[in-house]
């Protein structure tokens, strides 16, 4: 027994120092938790392991004083939170008493983000939150709490930031205050400050504002936490510049203020309550505004709206209501603006509308009209539009609607008239729908009932009339139509006839995707397809086929059609000319399956009475589509085309130089690839080829091109052409886009091709050229080489040249933008190049380099020479002794001159006349043999011999000799005297015979008085001209001379 009693004591010794160990080790722990760093920091991860989803990146200070939080990331099903620091300083004694005492919580930067809501599913298995009593199991007491720097992010777009707040007392008697800045969309920038106090039964708000832009709405009110929710606010505005708060309110100017209150309260899982905008008033846009409004509202399970009135009195405009929505409906309402531009900038019109609904929501009642005048916005106009409607849920009920429009445009769409009248119940009904359009006009008459959402019924009357495409009607005498928002379904064919031509359509259509719809064609106009093709294009012929598409639900779609003419006819204008092309015996043939898209077509074609057309056959195929838009840059395409052509006429539109088109064309082309990067590959033959170019008169025959394209997308081509006696050979490649890095390059290289055949201009080239184009600078280097050339310009008539200060107006237009232009050529004159024209004849020699540069002038460098040349002036003939043009690098339309020109008189008497300086600035100088004065050269270079010897037009003649030469009628040399003696005036005047010209000299003594004088060339006569400006209106002109005269002058201006 002692044994046992012993045993036991050790046994009880032993678990009591067990007991002890543990009570330590678990002291020990917990006095490690609160008063070490590595135990806090352990203490709180622990934290995060146990209270979920919440990620701790530091841990500073101790439980037993302040300690620190740094990035905490917190996650929940609402909202994702990630603190940048919090620190907290809690007094551990008072939990020995049940009490938590906080000294300070603070919480810095940060950022709070609303997750997208919940699935259905989700939301509607997450209990609603309880209104039931908030307990805290602690007494607690908070001495202070701040929050500063905190954004939130709300799933509506709305931002929250600069979020800051502070907290003291205790749950039951705290204070709060609060502000933040706020980002809505549609609204400009507002702060909000909040100052609230209370506990957790209740809280009143002592002050909250939201100020916008120097606008402030304010709300003062109380809300009750428990036993239940409620609420009793009040909210005012004041001056509230309307343009200001709204983001686009530059259209919204105004000054408007709003009293406000709302009540309710939270039972059973349902809100009542109600809202009482007692006023509002001030200007909007220019005009007074009035209004109030009262609404109580039931929200839950089943909701439901009781609207006392509406009220709003806005410049002209008028708009009122009244009544309940929820399980019944019960509203009336009427609107009335005769200035739409009031209530949508930018509109114009008027609109009103008026009228009730009843009945229930699944089944309601409408009893309404409206009506609107010059109604337009933006690119939609309508001249008017009316309409009523009155519809009654039960099936005997009433079902009557009139709704009529009068010239709509939108966009580049229009229509003349569009109405449509329902007569009748639901249990049987008539519709007349109508629409007038540029292209014709369309009558639909049916009759149906509707049960439910299902109509059905017959269409009586389908009438089309059409300028291209004639009158369509129906072929039986009705046709029955089934129809719901979900589906449609033709149970027979419908069937349109005119006079030869017919149309039959069946099908059916659901809402999931599942569709089948069949078309058969019968001699159907082409017309009708104008629309697909150029402007220019008028189409004739018949069209008859089948087109067959079908959409099965769980299937994509599937298209076959087969489409034939016989023959038909396009007429178009091509190089100025209307031209006709025919086509015949023309097969289309598309599909859309499993495998993907495919279509072929094969026809033949020509002009009009053309004994020989061409033919084109093709197909594309793009596997894997199946649908009806554009196909993306990733799919696949595979194609060929083939066409043949004896009488190549019809494509000369496509190039309008070459007329007269014939040969044999035979072309075929490959496509692959993607429609993103697609490739291509085949080879175009013109043979036996001739083609007319009217406007250099020149025929081109034996016409050999060859054109060669690879996958890589390169071009090669190679050709040879000949005209007159000459021939020319060209050769090149091309990738399938030129680019600098890559360009297209030509090479010409010909012998004496005529490349002028015109009456006043033969002339043939022999060039050696390369011809480069980057997709926006020609680039053209190399030789051309003239060896024979007949130019035999028109001459000119003798007249008055236009000064330069005149300028014809309408010769002026708008200069039209080619491609950038780079060419270093050089141009050599052959042995047999002859020049007749504006009275100079001779032969032409030298060469020429020409360079042209982008935006730049175009120069040369070289010289042309007169050889054996003469020139004829007033009947008299001039020896060409010396000519040349030079050009030294500068601009090629101001070339140097050195000419040299005479004529030997009968009494062997030498005249002449040298040219030199520029084209655009030449000195003339005159000389003779013997040495004589100027006014005798000038006569022997006009008249042929002396003064004497003079007719009576050689006096004129002088002044046109001069003109040609580039003095100016002879006044060059009496201008420059004019400057250097400060003369206004200095000219030679011819009148008569060459021996009365005279010199006239002019200057002004004062600024009314005007002197002249003038003395004869050949004789000695002398006059003497004055002119005195007495008035605006009257001159006084006196002149001495042979005659003595006075004259007064009198003005009158237009207008006067």
């Given at each position: ?364 009642r409408f009893d309404a009209a409206f009506a609107g005048y010059g109604l337009s916005y933006r690119q939609a106009r309508i001249d008017s539009v009316s309409g009523t409607i009155d519809a009654r849920p039960d099936l005997a009920g009433v079902l009557s609607l009139d709704v009529a429009v009068a010239g709509a445009e939108w966009g580049e769409r229009s229509i003349r008239k569009a109405s449509i009248e ?15 359009h540029g292209e014709g006009d369309l009558r639909i008459e049916a009759a149906g009932t509707l049960r439910g959402k299902i109509w059905r019924g017959q269409i009586h009357r389908l009438q089309l009339a059409t300028a291209r495409a004639g009158d369509w009607q129906l072929a039986d005498d009705s046709t029955a139509l089934v129809a719901s928002p979900d589906s449609a379904r033709l149970p027979d064919d ?374 054996d040349g003469s020139y004829q002036i007033y009947g008299q003939e001039l020896t060409v002794d010396t000519g040349r043009v030079i050009l030294a690098g500068g601009p090629i339309d101001n070339p140097g001159l050195d000419v040299r020109a005479f004529r030997v008189a009968k009494d062997s008497v030498v005249a002449g006349v040298i040219v030199r300086g520029t084209l655009n600035a030449p000195v003339i ?132």
């Amino acid at each position: 027994m002692l044994m046992k009693i012993a045993t036991l004591r050790r046994l009880g010794l032993r678990l009591l120092i067990v007991a002890l160990a543990g009570v330590a080790l678990v002291a020990g722990l917990a006095l490690f938790a609160i008063f070490t760093a590595p135990g806090t920091r352990l203490a709180v991860s622990a934290l995060d392991r146990i209270a979920g989803p919440v990620d701790i990146g530091k841990v500073d200070g101790t439980l037993a004083g302040a300690f620190e939080l740094n990035d905490v990331v917190v996650e929940t099903a609402r909202f994702d939170a990630r603190l940048e620091r919090i620190y907290l300083n809690v007094q551990l004694r008072p939990l020995l008493s049940s009490r938590l005492s906080i000294d300070s919580v603070h919480i810095e930067g940060g950022r709070i983000v609303e997750r997208a809501p919940a699935s259905a599913e989700t939301s509607e298995a997450s209990p609603a939150p309880s209104a039931g009593p908030i307990e805290l199991p602690l007494d607690t007491r908070i001495a202070g709490a701040r929050i500063e720097s905190l954004a939130i992010e709300l799933q509506n777009g709305t931002r929250i930031t600069r979020l800051a707040a502070s907290l003291q007392g205790r749950p039951n008697r705290f204070a709060f205050d609060g502000s933040a800045r706020i980002l809505a969309p549609g609204v400009a920038p507002g702060h909000l400050t909040l100052s609230l106090t209370g506990g957790l039964d209740s809280v009143r708000i002592s002050r909250a504002t939201l100020e916008i832009e120097g606008n402030r709405v304010t709300a003062r009110g109380s809300a009750a936490l428990r036993p239940r929710l409620a609420w009793d606010l009040a909210l005012s505005a004041d001056s509230i510049d309307s343009s200001a708060i709204l983001r686009d309110g530059v259209d919204w100017p105004g000054m408007v203020s709003a009293r406000a209150t709302t009540r309710g309260v939270r039972e059973e899982n349902r809100w009542r309550g109600a809202i009482q905008l007692d006023t509002v008033f001030g200007t909007l846009r220019g005009r007074g505004m009035a209004g109030h409004t009262s609404v109580g509202f039931e929200l839950g399970s089943e909701s439901s709206f009781a609207i006392d009135t509406v009220y709003l009195d806005w410049g002209d405009a008028r708009v009122s209501g009244r009544g309940v929505a929820g399980d019944r409906l019960d509203f009336s309402f009427r609107a009335d603006v005769p200035h739409l531009s009031l209530a949508l900038p930018g509109a114009s019109g008027s609109f009103r509308t008026w009228g009730t609904t009843g009945g229930s929501p699944s089944a309601p009642r409408f009893d309404a009209a409206f009506a609107g005048y010059g109604l337009s916005y933006r690119q939609a106009r309508i001249d008017s539009v009316s309409g009523t409607i009155d519809a009654r849920p039960d099936l005997a009920g009433v079902l009557s609607l009139d709704v009529a429009v009068a010239g709509a445009e939108w966009g580049e769409r229009s229509i003349r008239k569009a109405s449509i009248e329902v007569e009748g119940s639901r249990a049987q009904h008539t519709i007349d729908a109508q629409l007038g359009h540029g292209e014709g006009d369309l009558r639909i008459e049916a009759a149906g009932t509707l049960r439910g959402k299902i109509w059905r019924g017959q269409i009586h009357r389908l009438q089309l009339a059409t300028a291209r495409a004639g009158d369509w009607q129906l072929a039986d005498d009705s046709t029955a139509l089934v129809a719901s928002p979900d589906s449609a379904r033709l149970p027979d064919d419908l069937c349109l006839v005119s006079i030869d031509s017919h149309l039959c359509v069946t099908g059916y259509w659901h809402r999931d995707a599942n569709w089948r719809i069949a078309t058969a064609l019968s001699e159907l106009p082409l017309a009708l397809t104008e629309q697909l093709t150029p402007a220019s294009w008028s189409l004739s012929g018949r069209l008859s086929g089948d087109v067959i598409g079908r959409k099965p639900a769980d299937g994509p779609i599937q298209l076959d059609a087969t489409l034939r003419s016989d023959r038909g006819l396009v007429s178009y204008v091509g190089d100025g000319q209307a031209r006709e092309l025919v086509f015949q015996d023309g097969e289309l043939q598309a599909s859309i399956g499993a495998e993907g898209a495919g279509a072929s077509v094969d026809l033949k074609l020509g002009f009009a009475g053309a004994a020989a057309p061409g033919t084109v056959s093709a197909y594309l195929e793009l596997p894997g589509y199946h649908g009806f838009g554009p196909p993306g840059d990733d799919q696949a395409i595979s194609g060929r085309l083939d066409l043949h052509l004896e009488d190549p006429g019809i494509l000369e539109s496509a190039v309008p130089p070459l007329q007269d088109l014939s040969g044999r064309i035979d072309l075929f082309l490959l496509a692959g690839g993607t429609m993103g990067q697609p490739r291509f590959r085949g080879q175009l033959d013109w043979e036996a080829g001739r083609a007319r170019l009217p406007e250099l008169g020149v025929e081109l025959v034996g016409i050999h091109l060859s054109a060669i394209g690879e996958e890589s997308g390169l071009l090669t081509v190679e050709g040879t052409v000949r005209s007159g006696d000459g021939q020319l050979t060209f050769s090149g490649e091309s990738p399938l886009t030129p680019s600098p890095d890559a360009p297209a390059t030509l090479w010409f290289r010909g012998d004496r091709f005529r490349a002028v055949n015109k009456s006043e201009v033969q002339l043939d080239a022999s060039p050696d050229l390369e011809v480069a184009w980057d997709g926006n600078l020609l680039d053209i280097e190399g030789d051309v080489e003239i060896p024979h050339a007949r130019i035999e310009l028109s001459e000119s008539t003798q007249g008055v040249p236009v000064s330069e200060d005149v300028v014809f107006v309408d010769s002026i237009a708008a200069e039209e933008t080619g491609p950038e232009l780079a060419a270093t050529v050089r141009l050599a004159l052959g042995d047999d190049v002859q020049f007749s024209g504006f009275g100079l004849t001779g032969k032409l020699e030298g060469s020429v380099k020409v360079v042209e540069e982008p935006q730049g002038p175009t120069t040369g460098t070289g010289e042309v020479l007169i050889v054996d040349g003469s020139y004829q002036i007033y009947g008299q003939e001039l020896t060409v002794d010396t000519g040349r043009v030079i050009l030294a690098g500068g601009p090629i339309d101001n070339p140097g001159l050195d000419v040299r020109a005479f004529r030997v008189a009968k009494d062997s008497v030498v005249a002449g006349v040298i040219v030199r300086g520029t084209l655009n600035a030449p000195v003339i100088t005159l000389f003779s043999d013997p040495s004589m004065s100027r006014q005798r050269i000038l006569a022997y270079l006009v008249a042929g011999g002396s003064v004497g010897t003079a007719t009576a037009s050689d006096g004129g003649g002088i002044a046109g000799f001069l003109t040609k030469l580039g003095v100016k009628a002879g006044n060059t040399l009496t201008e420059t005297i004019a400057a250097d003696l400060n003369l206004e005036e200095a000219r030679i005047k011819t009148e008569g015979s060459l021996s009365t010209a005279s010199v006239i000299a002019g200057k002004y003594l004062s600024p009314r008085l005007y002197v002249s004088a003038g003395i004869g060339i050949f004789d000695p006569d002398k006059s003497l001209q004055l002119r005195y400006l007495l008035t605006n209106q009257f001159t006084l002109l006196a002149e001495t001379g042979d005659e003595t005269s006075a004259d007064i002058l009198f003005q009158i201006e237009p207008g006067e």
